[in-house]
């Protein structure tokens, strides 16, 4: 079973903080993507890494996929209030299986 | 585009009664639909995958014959919940992919209440 640890699990910070998210493997993952979910909503994707190493951006959003394809961070610039929610990576097999793995999930509460 | 309607979006029931949660893939073809349950600040958990027209393949864990899940048409999955009980009590999110493609598209997912 390939797992995904989330860190940290809860960040509570105030209005324009910066912060990171890890998304930590020990396997290998054909692709990776970020979501964020809001309560009682499905998760809305944010982007998908493909190749080691590639960095994406996306406004005040930076992720990036490590160089083995088994981890990632995602990195908020100044934070904002709308930037709360829970922020999940998931990773793409590749091969055979086609369903995703969900990491734990990392809960972001971000104070006026 | 790539719009995933789930309905309803809460329900509660009785305990012993069954649940039928509908997901749609409005404006494409889903050949793969996935479903999820999330229990409280807690992340998604695969249930099942659903090819159409075949039977769905269920993770370790999740009973078969509690969790029924029928894709009989390329925009249509449904999840029985049979025999619902409290434990059962959750959110259900279902995902649509279409062949050859890797992004996912999710429903707005059910919460489901069992008294």
């Known amino acids: 079973t390939q797992l995904l640890e989330q860190s940290p699990q809860f960040l509570s910070i105030q209005e324009g903080e910066n912060l990171t998210v890890y998304c930590n493997s020990s396997?290998?993952?054909?692709?990776l993507q970020w979501y964020r979910q809001e309560p009682g909503e499905g998760p809305v994707l944010l982007v998908t890494v493909v190749t080691g190493g590639e960095v994406k951006k996306l406004k005040r959003l930076t992720f990036q996929f490590g160089d083995a394809r088994k981890d990632s961070s995602l990195h908020i610039t100044a934070a904002q209030p709308g930037d709360t929610g829970l922020y999940l990576c998931?990773?793409?097999?590749?091969?055979?299986?086609?369903?995703?793995?969900f990491g734990s999930g990392t809960r972001l509460q971000v104070q006026p | 585009g790539a719009v995933v309607s789930q309905h309803p979006s809460w329900v509660i029931c009785k305990s012993g009664t069954s649940v039928k949660i509908e997901c749609r893939s409005l404006?494409?073809?889903?050949?793969?639909m996935f479903w999820y349950r999330q229990f409280p600040k807690q992340s998604l958990m695969l249930m099942a995958t659903?090819?159409?027209?075949?039977?769905?393949?269920?993770e370790q864990g999740v009973e078969k014959d509690k969790f029924l899940i029928n894709h009989a048409s390329l925009t249509l999955s449904t999840l029985t919940v049979t025999s619902a009980h409290p434990e059962d009590s959750s959110f259900y999110i279902c995902s649509a992919q279409t062949r050859g493609r890797q992004s996912l598209h999710f429903g707005n997912g059910t919460r489901l209440t069992v008294t």
């Open positions: 404006d494409f073809q889903a050949t793969t």
């Open positions: 998931a990773g793409a097999p590749g091969t055979g299986r086609r369903a995703l793995t």
């Open positions: 659903s090819n159409e027209g075949s039977k769905a393949t269920y």
């Open positions: 396997s290998v993952f054909s692709s």
